[in-house]
């Protein structure tokens, strides 16, 4: 089907930026071989909901095959890479198979970083795939549960408490709508339980919430996370983590330990061990520092996309500013390295600069709470609240992928609006913990 | 909020006995404690839809305690029963608790048989809960992305084959959803594998399939399964099975041995392992043998019911026949079990027979295959084709559980009709194998 004879592009990852650059070179004279561990892109913004219960899992996850199914000169093999060698243009697979390529964008992305402290990630999952979050919404609800069994307040205390930790837009989403769910989802549901008892606790190491904000709206968003119920503890640092609790130091003050079961990882992010294997410089967070052209040093056929990359924005006055590790940004230099692909390898271009450097077009962020709450920051306006969140609404189901998807995402919202319910309050485990 | 006073019962399994247990005791003077491993009731019946990737989980999973939120008298505890003491009228509890009672419903149903054979298990997965279902969503979706992966078709032909064995109601359904994903679904998504080339086989051992329907339906059903592609092997005997492929023997033929790596196990169902704790007579399959009130032997607090009991149906004539195990029975039987509790404790007639013993209305058998094929046999009605597929999703439809989900269920399968897609084609598995 696919002649041997053209360029043969190797892709590796499937989330926003991978699926970007396949995409951009829909009907251009090249091979691709598409690469995921998964069979399944997914819309990870979404991802709070999933594990919230506020949306099934197929709602927010498409299988890339299908996604691809009409581009012919697309290949997608459910693989996972184990290595990658530069000079012999290489991609080694877990099965032990080898492809060449002609080009290759590494856009295999990120995962949780404990800051060194990994005996964390046991009592604290983070949220990056449909298994992190599976596992979450089953801590989640199985809390209550664990406490609605208990005779005494003390021993149910701790399954009471929840701790979200970090106060990024995954932190703030998690925490707002852990809030919702205590208030108003549970109400009437126990019978020994107050559900509304229960404490959600957010802890911030910097000095406000949603750093990458405007600061006003860190404090609007802030104020809304706290109308919903949630107690907000900035300048907070964590110092311990175990099957028991959580360990916090505020600044200037003591040290304080919360008794709980139930702890929610938003805070580090690093990016994936794949960036290693190339050899390169990496920045502190392990990312591959890439130049305009989204290259790695001497290796004008290698890119580096996505959240993998530590990339420059290159302003047309000459200046550059770091690409925030958000969708735009690694769809935008999906698009880009696709181009420089296809002026080098088919306009036979093949050394030096081929396009502009590469620059990233800020359309804004966006960050919701919960119910009727989020906070806008789209060029020179700023705005929260029930409008933001209306904006957000409007925003996600955009850009979801298939019709059907964003059918029933709109009916999904506008039952839990109407209702106060999540209806996928499932929990899935074999240990039924 | 409940009287102590109150006669205390106790319900062990959600399913479709102990719920309707529970709801016919709604607003009777009792207090109820609702006992269950999970915290979701489950429409078993679409359960293989899940297996399929053609509907989401929380479609046919509904939380129990917020389908029981406004029955006061009734708390629901997710816990695990570990005893039953008879004499002392006492549940124990997997965290060690002890709950006393003074009427008792075991509806703890059943789970798979391997007939002695428990190795087969890893290898052959069953369809009973959730988790099961994801399990074989996961290895069916896997088996045909290892199979594009490799080079030679002699390494991709086990994972090409799909096995399923026993021809019930599931084992037809799987066979039937199979054969139609690899024929249409997954149509012009593969670039080296042809999906539909993919053999799925169908093994019994009884001399028909669908044994519970009239003859000339089996006979249909057959004809069906063939028409969707499936092989359809009777009086087909399963001798080995392990992680390469299945051996099986046929009538008058010799051992043969099919390669494959996907096996489904629809064919033996055992009763749960509670009923072994009451320590009263059991029948081969581990079922409870209950009389006319739906007790064990000289305990009229003891109720059993659903898939864990051995009941017979007392027929007007004064014959009487085994109850078989489908969801109706159950629910029947959860009924007249509420009603006993009822005039027993309440009305106080505590000793003998108070109702008429239990008698089990057959409203008819229901069974579908695929694609527009199905088989109903309902009273002295024998039909089957389109119409009866559309009259078994007429019923499901009907018998789901909330609004939403009737809703949302025959959106999804209205679009599934014309797309030929299945939307939940997502494998969550952390091993990624």
């Known amino acids: 089907m696919q002649s041997k004879e053209l360029p043969h592009v190797i892709i590796i990852g499937c989330g926003f930026g991978g699926l970007e650059a396949a995409r951009s070179l829909a009907g251009a004279p090249v091979r691709i071989t598409l690469l995921d561990r998964s069979n399944h892109h997914l819309f990870q913004p979404l991802l709070y909901q999933v594990a919230t219960a506020g949306l099934s899992a197929p709602s927010i996850a498409a299988p890339i095959r299908h996604m691809l199914r009409r581009q012919r000169n697309c290949t997608v093999l459910m693989a996972e890479v184990t290595g990658i060698a530069k000079a012999a243009r290489r991609v080694s697979l877990a099965d032990g198979q080898q492809l060449t390529y002609d080009a290759l964008i590494v856009a295999s992305g990120a995962t949780h970083s404990y800051f060194g402290r990994d005996e964390w990630a046991e009592h604290a999952p983070g949220l990056k795939t449909l298994a992190d979050a599976f596992k ?45 769910i205590a208030r108003h989802t549970l109400r009437d549901e126990f019978r020994r339980i107050d559900p509304a008892a229960a404490r959600v606790l ?212 506008a039952w839990a609006y109407w209702s106060f319910q999540r209806y996928a309050r499932i929990v899935v485990d074999d240990s039924k913990a």
């Open 136 to 180: 979450l919404r089953a801590r989640l609800l199985s809390a209550f549960e664990r406490a609605e069994t208990l005779a005494s307040p003390a021993e149910r205390e701790p399954w009471l408490n929840f701790v979200v930790i970090g106060a990024g837009p995954t932190g703030v989403e998690m925490a707002g709508t852990l809030a919702e």
């Open 202 to 413: 957010l802890l911030e190491g910097s000095e406000r919430v949603l750093q990458a904000f405007q600061p006003a709206l860190s404090a609007k968003a802030q104020q809304q996370l706290e109308g919903l119920g949630v107690q907000v503890r900035t300048r907070c640092k964590v110092v311990a983590i175990d099957a028991s609790g959580v360990e916090l130091e505020e600044q200037g003050g003591e040290r304080q330990r919360i008794p709980t079961h139930t702890v929610v990882w938003a805070a580090g992010v690093a990016a994936s061990p794949l960036g290693r294997a190339l050899e390169v410089p990496l920045d502190r967070a392990g990312r591959v520092i890439v130049d305009g052209s989204l290259n790695i040093p001497g290796h004008p056929e290698v890119y580096v996309i996505g959240d993998l990359a530590a990339a420059q924005s290159h302003e047309k006055d000459g200046s550059s500013r770091p690409v925030p590790g958000v969708s735009p940004g690694a769809k935008q230099m999906g698009r880009h390295a696709a181009r420089q692909i296809m002026a080098r390898l088919i306009l036979n271009r093949p050394g030096g600069q081929t396009l502009p450097p590469f620059r990233y077009r800020d359309y804004g962020s966006l960050a919701t709470i919960g119910r009727k709450a989020a906070v806008a920051d789209v060029g020179r306006l700023q705005f929260s609240g029930y409008f933001a969140w209306l904006f957000w609404l409007f925003i996600h189901i955009y850009f979801l992928i298939g019709f059907r998807n964003r059918l029933v995402v709109l009916m999904d919202w």
